[in-house]
């Protein structure tokens, strides 16, 4: 079983960065990735590291405003968010999974129950 936590979600205003940590306990997955879910939308692929390697994949959208790092000997992953959106509005889901990495939500296992980013124009 693996236990998930995220946290730094907030009020921030468009143009302003975000750090988003995540922190899971249990035996090593396979990978670790980042979700949100707009209101009234579907839960959205953001990025996600193959935990062993470190190889990092990344949604079309980010374009470069966000970055993924993780500290495997703290079993932690991050988001970092910058020149925010007001579209980027969502709560943000931190998910691990057992299997090889995939942009499908039904592919993660274990889910944080989310952190929410509200960007204000």
């Known amino acids: 079983q693996v236990q998930v936590v995220e946290s730094g979600g907030g009020l921030v205003q468009t143009g302003d960065s975000l750090r988003l940590s995540c922190t899971a306990s249990g035996r090593t997955w396979t990978v670790m990735g980042w979700f949100r879910q707009a209101p009234g939308e579907g839960r959205e692929f953001v990025g996600a590291?193959?935990?062993?390697?470190?190889?990092?994949f990344y949604a079309d959208f980010v374009k470069g405003r966000f970055t993924i790092s993780r500290d495997a000997a703290k079993k932690s992953l991050y988001l970092q968010m910058n020149s925010l959106k007001p579209e980027d509005t969502a709560v943000y889901y931190c998910?691990?999974?057992?299997?090889?990495?995939?942009?499908?939500?039904?592919?993660?296992?274990?889910w944080g129950k989310g952190t929410l980013v509200t960007v204000s124009s």
């Open positions: 998910a691990a999974s057992y299997a090889d990495y995939s942009r499908s939500a039904d592919g993660m296992n274990y």
């Open positions: 590291v193959r935990w062993s390697g470190g190889s990092i």
